[in-house]
């Protein structure tokens, strides 16, 4: 049986760092409430010029170079986001151009911040079934394009960035096992109000901005994403003693403390990104993943559990030996 693995991974942040101390000369907050409601303490953002496409192609640049493959090597590109550059083409597309990979299978998913989580499974999937050899797989956004600046409920929790890998094809796992779910009736929880088939026309004006029920989401995410980790362990009749790692998305530091609780295990084996990036959404868990390979913690062999919950409600993790 033909398995998946990561051969690589890369990153890109934006130059531009906001922190905590900047945001309270922009709105009624403090540094402290942030950090002990969220765990962040700065996050990058994007320059007003500076897109998606342009964040997934660095990123991609890294992922490649640590998988010691070239453009030539990749025969699909999939990336999730919530935040593309354009209605169309997709994100995909774009990147796929911009990075000289010939003529394959190239496009985007949206699941908000379970996007790349969606993106590795479906990845995983087409590698599974021989229809693919090499997929470069993405999670990035511009979330900080779609923020109102003046609600200081929203403004403080996030940040942009990309995170990318390359999926390969593996005769020993890799990928265990995959999970992922969703449930439509959160929508009113947490959700962007205007889009391409619904009023356009508002979506550059005041009222376009993330809306969100906190303590709402906080609740359903804990609970969630206790219960995905059980079931991804579960399908790879795996115990949650023997996983080395959690690699959770980024939302908030209460939330990643409740999974780890959950499946106990003790924060130093959890990666922990959000005080550095805030939530980016799709890119949050493909950047922690990075950034824990790059600094030598996580290491080939070991157990990984990567797991996320966003808009829609979405929710998902894969396991995987990396
Ligand atoms: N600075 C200061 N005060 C603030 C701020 C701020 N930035 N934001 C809200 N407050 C105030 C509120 O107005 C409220 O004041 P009030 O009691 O006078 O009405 C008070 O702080 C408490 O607000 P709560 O909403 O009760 O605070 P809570 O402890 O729930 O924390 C938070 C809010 C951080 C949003 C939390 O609910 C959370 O993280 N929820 C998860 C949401 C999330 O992560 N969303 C991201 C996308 S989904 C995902 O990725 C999982």
Redesign the pocket.
């Known amino acids: 049986m033909t398995y998946s693995r990561i051969a690589g991974t890369g990153r890109y942040l934006p130059e531009k760092i906001l922190t905590n101390f900047d945001l309270e000369k922009m709105?009624?907050?403090?540094d402290e409430?942030?950090r002990t409601?969220?765990g962040v303490e700065r996050r990058h953002c994007v320059a007003p010029d500076q897109t998606t496409s342009d964040m997934c192609v660095e990123a991609a640049k890294l992922a490649m170079e640590s998988a010691g493959v070239g453009p030539a090597d990749i025969d699909m590109v999939i990336v999730g986001t919530t935040s593309p550059d354009l209605i169309f083409p997709n994100v995909g597309t774009l990147v796929q151009h911009r990075l000289g990979i010939p003529s394959c299978p190239a496009f985007s998913l949206e699941a908000a911040?379970t996007g790349f989580i969606y993106a590795l499974t479906t990845a995983d999937k087409f590698i599974k079934a021989d229809a693919a050899k090499r997929v470069l797989v993405i999670g990035a956004e511009c979330i900080t394009k779609l923020i109102d600046w003046d609600d200081?409920?929203t403004c403080?929790?996030f940040g942009d960035g990309a995170g990318a890998v390359i999926l390969e094809p593996s005769d020993e796992p890799g990928i265990m096992a995959c999970h992922l779910g969703a449930d439509g009736q959160y929508k009113e929880l947490?959700y962007y109000p205007f889009g391409a088939s619904k009023d356009l026309a508002k979506a550059g004006t005041d009222e376009a901005a993330i809306r969100?029920s906190?303590?709402d989401?906080?609740k359903v995410?804990v609970h969630t994403l206790g219960d995905v980790a059980s079931k991804t362990l579960d399908a790879a009749g795996i115990d949650k003693s023997e996983l080395d790692w959690l690699v959770p998305?980024q939302?908030?530091l209460?939330?990643i403390q409740a999974t780890a609780k959950r499946l106990d295990l003790p924060m130093e084996k959890v990666i922990v990104t959000v005080q550095d990036h805030g939530?980016t959404?799709a890119a949050s868990v493909p950047l922690a993943l990075d950034v824990g390979v790059r600094d030598g913690r996580i290491q080939r062999g070991q157990l990984v559990l990567m797991e996320a919950?966003?808009?829609g409600f979405t929710w998902g993790s894969v396991l995987m030996r990396f």
């Open positions: 709105v009624d907050t403090t409430w942030i409601r969220t911040c200081r409920n403080v929790l947490l969100m906190g303590k989401v906080f995410a998305h939302a908030n209460r939330i939530n959404s919950f966003g808009g």
